[in-house]
């Protein structure tokens, strides 16, 4: 028998965090949503608990994130976005058009990059992978 997934409020008061209901609403969001930026974040909280400010946001993704509840990505150029998927060593492939994010597994196949040439002394725990392209909307709309 497998055990039930915990609660949104049980993760953050497992990850030492205050539950609140803006955090409760923010991670049911983030986790809905898919490579949100903060303003559709803040705009999914306010659907599911009124008022809250974006500054409030800010602060509740930057707890959630030095917990890794939330993973924080940023793709050059783009403001962050923010996901419920974390504790794996996915990727991410980047619309250059029109910005969509999506996920994508551990890269396969021959892999140069993900093994660092030089770890200067560092203990390396995870390799970022971003891929740039278009999107199959954008790719059609070029034809």
Same mark, same amino acid.
């Given at each position: 028998?497998?055990?039930?997934?915990?609660?949104?409020?049980?993760? /953050?008061?497992?990850?030492?965090? %205050?539950?609140?209901?803006?955090?409760?609403? /923010?991670?049911?969001?983030? %986790?809905?949503?898919?490579? *949100?930026?903060?303003?559709?974040?803040?705009?999914?909280? %306010?659907?599911?608990?009124?008022?809250?400010?974006?500054?409030?946001?800010?602060?509740? *993704? +930057?707890? /959630?994130?030095?917990? =890794?509840?939330? %993973?924080?990505?940023?793709?050059?150029?783009?403001?962050?976005?923010?996901?419920?998927?974390? =504790?794996?060593? +996915? +990727? +991410?492939?980047?619309?250059?058009?029109? =910005?969509?994010?999506?996920?994508?597994?551990?890269?396969?196949?021959?892999?140069?990059? *993900?093994?660092?040439?030089?770890?200067? =002394?560092?203990?390396?725990?995870?390799?970022?992978?971003?891929?740039?392209? /278009?999107?199959?909307?954008?790719?059609?709309?070029?034809?």
């Amino acid at each position: 028998m497998t055990a039930n997934p915990a609660s949104p409020a049980e993760e /953050l008061r497992g990850a030492g965090l %205050r539950v609140t209901a803006a955090r409760v609403a /923010l991670l049911e969001t983030v %986790r809905a949503g898919d490579h *949100l930026g903060v303003e559709a974040i803040a705009s999914g909280v %306010r659907e599911r608990v009124g008022h809250v400010s974006t500054q409030a946001v800010y602060e509740a *993704l +930057h707890a /959630l994130t030095a917990v =890794g509840l939330v %993973r924080r990505i940023e793709p050059a150029g783009s403001p962050a976005r923010y996901e419920g998927r974390v =504790g794996d060593n +996915h +990727h +991410h492939v980047v619309c250059r058009s029109c =910005g969509t994010v999506a996920d994508v597994d551990c890269a396969v196949g021959q892999a140069p990059c *993900l093994t660092a040439s030089q770890n200067h =002394g560092f203990v390396i725990e995870e390799a970022e992978v971003t891929y740039w392209g /278009l999107c199959p909307a954008c790719s059609t709309a070029r034809q």
